[in-house]
Structure formats: C-alpha cells, structure tokens
C-alpha cells in the first residue's frame, strides 16, 4: 500500500492513507508544493530531505528552500514558508517549523512512524525489489591456474558476493563467474616444465605447483628489466606472456611451449588429460578458501580463459570485418579517439590476448546470457584495460541486449591491502601474502578471542565446549576481514591490520555480531512467550525508542543506494548505526525491566526487528551471525 496524495478542496496537498515510507510520502507532497509555488517548470525538483542530525530539530530536514530561494530571488524562509502553506502533512506529522536560513524540520507522528514499523515488519524488511528479468553477471575472484589466490583475489572474491548478494535481496538473478586464468602461453609453460620433469600431476598440491608455475617463468625469462617492471605493477600473468624474448634459453623453452599451447589447442587427449590436472589442482586450494569465505562456488562458476577460446577468432572477425580494427606492424588494434595507446586484439603471430578473451566474455554475457549489467570486480590497476574493452564492446553492438536492453557495464576497482609499513602486503621473507595464510590467521585470531573471552564468569559463551566456541571464533575471524574490506571506500588502499580488524568495539565486523548475539541473548531471557509480542503495538514514546524506529526504517533505502551505485559500505555505515542507536535503546528503555508489560512486548518486538535487519543486512555482506558469542 502507498500514501495516496490527493488534492483537498482548498487545494492544499493532503495523505489520505498511512501505510508506506513516510519519505517517500514526504518527498512528494514537498515536489508537489514546490510546483504549486514555483510553477511547473519546477516539476521533478528534489526537495533535500535529509535525516536530522539532532533529534531536537525533528526527524527530517527539508533543505529545498536555501537553493530554490537563491535562484529564484526570494528570501530562503520566506520560500520555505510558502512551501510549508502550500501542503498539509498532519497525515504523518507536527506542523513543520522553520529554522535557520530557511530549513523546513519534521518531525513525524508516532502514529505514522508506527505504522512504517508494522509495515516493514514483514518478511520483506521493507526493501524494494527490482523486476528486470536479465540476469546480472558478477566477474568475481579471477584466479589463476598454477598460482595461490593471494590478496587481490580474496578481495575480488568477497566484494563480487557481496555485491551478488546485495543485487538478489533486491530480486535479481545474479551469474557469478570466474574469469579463471587457465589458457594460454604461461599455463603451457608450466604443463611442458612439470611433464618433462615427470611430475606425478596427481599427487600435487598447490604450493608444489605454484613453485614450478615460477621456475617455468623464470627459465623463460629473458628481459630482467622489462619483467620487474611487469612485477612490480602486478599486471599479471598475461601481460608476462606477452613480452618478447631475447635470450636464447628463454627463446627454447619459450618454442616449447609454445609447441605445447599448439597441441592443447589441438585436444591433444594426453595434454588435456594433464591441463585438466592442473586446474583441479588449483581449484581444489581455492573452493577451500572460497568454504571458509561463505561464498558458494563451485564449476559451475568457472567461465575461465579456456571457455571462450574458441570464441576468438569470431571476435577478431567482427572487428575486422566491421571496419572496427586496423593492422599495426602485423598486428591488429581498435583504436579509440582520444587515447594514446590502441588496444591489441591479435598480435602480429597471430595469438589473442587477454583482451580478446574479455571481449568475447563480454559478448557471451550479453549475447548469450542475456545480462544486461556486467560488473567486474578486478584490481584498480586494470582500469584502463575495462575502459578498453567496454568501449569496444559496445563498437561491436554488445552494449545492447538481444531484447534492445542499454547494458550496463561497470568496473569496480578496488584498492590493494598494505602491510603496517604502508607497502603491498608481504611475508617477513618478501613473498606476496596468500590468501590461505591470511585466513588461517584471521580464525586463529577470532579464536583466541572468542576463547579467551569465554573464560569471564559472566560471558554467555562460558559452557559452551571447544567445537562450538571454535566455530564461533571462526565466524568472528572470518567476520573480521570481511568487514574490514567492504567497510571503506573500495577504491581506496587499506592497511591489513588485524588487531583493529577483530576488535570487538569500534567500526569492526565483531562488533556487529556481538550486537547481533546480545539481541538474540535478550529474546532468549526474556519473560514472555512469543505469541506474547510477536504481533504487540509497538509503542515509540521514549526518543531512545524513537531513534532506533527511524533508523530501522532506513534499511529499505540503505540496500536500494548499495545496489543502485554498487557500495556495500552504505550497508556497513547502516548496520554499525543501527547497532548504535540499538545500544542506546538497550541502555535507557529496560527490556526484562519494563514498567509494564505492553511496554515490555513492544520492546521486546522491537528488538526483534532490530535483530532481524541486523541478520539480514550481515548475511548482505555474507557475514556469519552466531547467536550466542
Ligand atoms: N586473472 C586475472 C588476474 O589475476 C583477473 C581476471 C579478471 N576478470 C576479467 N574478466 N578479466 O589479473
């Protein structure tokens, strides 16, 4: 149900019904007023509301008033006053007040903010759904074959579910795909190094054969200079293959390889049989860290390299023979205005690259899928490369569905992980951190302390056995990098620091969860049956009451902005608020201690449904919420 706005005889803007956002209800009735005032060239203004700061200057603050004002000559509040004549919110609040320059606060009826409460109350915790029937592709985790997943993985895998996630609470179909690097040039390097050393290919492990994937690397190398350069950039095993040789030795491991990528192309069955070994391999080490991540993935998920292999040359053809590519010194290239540097499609022996591959994903997510939203979540120092290719895509006809949809294709680069020296996260011996250590870390951590915090005589976790309280500290390790990486602007660089990271006060991932558990610790002791609250009036006459009320009830709008402009720190910002303001509730208006036991059932429903947004919004984030901690 809406708030219907209806025209009053006397022509002043009025609610006939109270059953929906009251922003919303207030955003029209303001849009409308402004018209009435200004004239319909004024038609689509935004009237600014915004929450109020200080609970004294009402709930919301509509700032319309000083913009409009300036540009159109009239003094702020007497504008502001006008608006305030020209409509009737008494439906939802106290008459309006004018104040400073010319702000408009409200402060809404407890009424109407009771009724938001009982509305969101369902199942849907007042969030809007999207109904676009295109799936939306997430390009998520991109790891390598014959490589550990090291920290830019970890964070490309837990941003891309978060985001997936974010997008299906909405009602989206979300493909999440895996970008696996698992063709070409270095791939064959390493397959030609460990069959020529006879290598029993089934009983490696990760480690193993990380250390070849180096060696086959190092004994092709062959341009120091150019190769530290690639390193030190970490542009990727891609870009390594690329580069020219100039030494002999590397020149003859590079031919044999090169002989070895021919024969895969070709299905060779020994070859095949091998490259698959590789790729289990590796994918054996990165679903175990995936399971300690919360994120289900598993083959499905793979749309690596390889898959679109065969795809390539039909891809080179429609820039050719559309005109969209032209030959450089043998090689051919899209070449955008305004860019220094064209992009490379086929090299001049002929090869594809990685580029080419992100083309013909591009196409098969539109063309074959049907998405028309691509979002890949990759390292900031790719963004030229997703410029690039989003640019040609669309040359080529793939920024349009089959169905005529525009697509929508994002990068979202995100920042790397520093080590306390401010420099890209290293071991003491200087090797890049991998992925499983910094989780193996992350839960030894969450369980030191969850055990050490179970020893207090008056911790909730005292007789819980190890089992349990192991998996509790796990959920808070993990719990804690997952935090810590989705809390901040994702572009930006963050230093790892565990010890900030696991602290159950601050902005932190436990400390939402110990919220989370207080809330269920509180439902658990409290004296009353559920049939008991579960449906009672709430009551919002205490402003601790009140405050928590109106946050709750910007949940619906914290998940629409995370899905809208791809940020799942709006949903981070939210939850450490609410958790606040839930604090400060919990502290001033006693539960188990209520004066009467209508106030206790409203309170105790309102804790319920501060428990519920905060489940909700932490599985949001694919964050574990034990009940107990
Ligand atoms: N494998 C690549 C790397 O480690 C990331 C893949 C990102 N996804 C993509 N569609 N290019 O750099």
Known sequence: MNWLIACSTDGKRTLETTHSHPVAALHGLFADAIVNVLGDEYSGTDP??????????????????MGLGKKTGTPPRDLAQQLVDALDVSAIAEPPDIAGPGFINIRLKTNALIATLEAMSGDGLGISMEHDLHPVVIDLCGVNVAKQMHVGHLRSTIIGDALGRILERRGRTVLRENHLGDWGLPIAMVLRRLLDDGVDLDSLDLTDLDAAYRAAQASARSDDRGMAIVEERRIGPHRV??????????????AAAGETLVQLQQGDPDLVAAWEKLIECTMRAVYESLDLLNVSMDASNNRGESFYRKHL?????????????????????????????????RKSDGGFLYATTDLAAVRNRVVHENADRLIYVVDARQRDHFRDVFDAARLAGWGTTPDGHD?????????????????????RSGENVTLASLLGEAIDRGRAEVHRRSEDERSPTRDLDKKTLDAIGRAVGI???????????????YVFDMDRMIAFEGDTGPYLQYAHARMCSILR????????????PFLLDEPAERALALRLMQWGDAVEGASIHLEPHRICAFLHELSEDFNGFYQQCPVRQAPE????????????LTRRVLADGLDLLGIDAPDTM
């Not at 293959?241 to 590079?254: G, L």
């Not at 030959?327 to 992009?343: I, K, N, Q, T």
Request: aromatic fraction near 6%; proline fraction near 4%.
């Open 313 to 345: 040359p039909e891809v080179v053809d429609a820039f050719e023979s559309g005109g969209m590519a032209s030959e450089d010194a043998g090689a051919l290239v899209v070449r955008f205005d305004g860019r220094d540097r064209p992009m490379l499609i």
């Open 597 to 608: 036991k209508s106030i206790q059932s409203a309170r105790v429903r309102l804790c319920d």
């Open 407 to 427: 697509v929508d294709m994002v990068h979202i680069p995100f920042g790397s992980v520093l080590g306390a020296d401010k420099k890209p996260l290293k071991t």
């Open 48 to 65: 600014v509301i915004r929450a109020s700061r200080n609970p004294e200057f009402g709930d919301f603050q509509v700032n319309a008033a």
């Open 525 to 536: 002791k409290v004296d009353l049956n559920r049939e008991e609250w579960v449906e009672a």
């Open 479 to 493: 719990g804690a990098v997952k935090y810590a990486d989705l809390s901040n602007d994702l572009v930006r660089d």
């Open 241 to 254: 293959a690329e580069m020219n040789v100039v030494d002999e030795d590397a020149r003859a491991s590079r």
